[in-house]
């Protein structure tokens, strides 16, 4: 999927492609204490963001390692922490640890919200014509009505927002959403794929350091002072480099299901996302790559096949 196929799905309607993400993992915090409680755990400046501005974060271990990664969305009253599938389980816990002293209260809102994401040229367009809403212009800037909290974001390489409908008036926009292009899970992965977005659980672990996703400066505050897990990442940071980053990678052909990619007998890549790109014409993936062979522009052969190493995203084509 490319910005071509894109244009294509939306331009003969003039509407969006609309992606359904009921999966998506949304936790909400609530109470006088939300915007310090997050703030000292998250890697983000928290406490700095305007109003109607969100952020993108990690969730880090004491140790720094990755044990969530969201998009944190401050409304008047909470905060909104959207990120992929499968969250809840182990950060609600980890929250509540945090909170026996602290008035927030932290609630999982996946099963009584709905979440979309629309992409393409005619999307603002939509959104306003459908909701009377300005969409916002700048990554994970919100604006909120009593129907649906709307997000631009990152995580395609295309205009594109997030739609998070909630309580009794999830009906409308859903059926207004169902009526729009729909587009398929492996054209939503390789859009992501092609902006270079992680998706943790997949592409990043709780076995990552916080920096080995390559996100420092979407996600990650070095200014901010005191939090969980601030002085590993602190300390790596001075030090100046990780032994390993999340990187794209270019193959001459399809490869194979082996994820570990060896370079003169030693692993050096572990390959975590594939597709197919309209928009480079070959096959690429998301890679975590190990310090030594993780400049970009280098192509290398390896177990599997040439493979060429780019920085994130990847640059288009068209």
């Given at each position: 999927m490319s910005s071509s196929e894109v244009r294509s799905a939306a331009d003969p309607l003039e509407k969006p492609l609309c992606f359904n993400l009921p999966r998506r993992t949304r936790l909400q915090m609530s109470g006088a204490d939300r915007v310090k409680f997050l703030h000292n755990l998250s890697t983000a400046e928290i406490k700095k963001l305007p109003p109607g501005?969100?952020?993108?974060?990690?969730?880090?271990?004491?140790?720094?390692?990755i044990l969530g990664h969201f998009f944190a969305l401050p409304t008047d009253n909470s905060i909104l922490l959207t990120g992929v599938s499968n969250q809840a389980e182990t950060l609600l816990p980890h929250f509540q640890k945090y909170a026996v002293i602290e008035d927030v209260e932290v609630v999982d809102?996946?099963?009584?919200?709905?979440?979309?994401?629309?992409?393409?040229?005619?999307?603002?367009?939509?959104?306003?014509q459908t909701w009377g809403i300005a969409p916002p212009e700048t990554n994970l800037?919100?604006?909120?009505?009593?129907?649906?909290?709307?997000?631009?974001?990152?995580?395609?390489?295309?205009?594109?927002w997030g739609v998070i409908a909630s309580g009794e008036n999830q009906a409308a926009p859903a059926d207004a959403l169902a009526a729009l292009p729909q587009g398929t899970e492996e054209a939503l992965s390789a859009l992501r794929i092609e902006?270079?977005?992680?998706?943790?659980?997949?592409?990043?672990?709780?076995?990552?350091?916080?920096?080995?996703?390559d996100r420092d400066a979407a996600a990650i505050s070095f200014t901010k002072g005191c939090y969980l897990g601030q002085e590993t990442i602190a300390r790596i940071d001075a030090l100046g480099h990780v032994n390993r980053r999340l990187l794209g990678v270019k193959f001459a052909a399809k490869p194979s299901d082996e994820a570990t990619f060896e370079i003169d007998g030693k692993s050096a890549l572990n390959v975590t996302s594939i597709a197919f790109s309209q928009d480079q014409d070959q096959w690429i993936g998301l890679a975590m790559v190990r310090r030594g062979f993780d400049k970009p522009g280098q192509?290398?052969?390896?177990?599997?096949?040439?493979?060429?190493?780019?920085?994130?995203?990847?640059?288009?084509?068209?």
């Open positions: 501005q969100g952020c993108e974060t990690f969730i880090p271990t004491l140790q720094g390692r809102r996946t099963a009584d919200t709905s979440e979309y994401l629309l992409v393409g040229p005619h999307a603002a367009t939509w959104i306003e800037q919100i604006v909120a009505d009593d129907d649906v909290t709307i997000y631009r974001t990152p995580y395609v390489g295309h205009s594109a902006a270079g977005f992680p998706y943790f659980g997949r592409d990043i672990t709780s076995e990552n350091l916080a920096q080995e996703a192509t290398w052969e390896t177990s599997n096949g040439p493979v060429e190493i780019t920085a994130l995203p990847f640059s288009s084509k068209k």
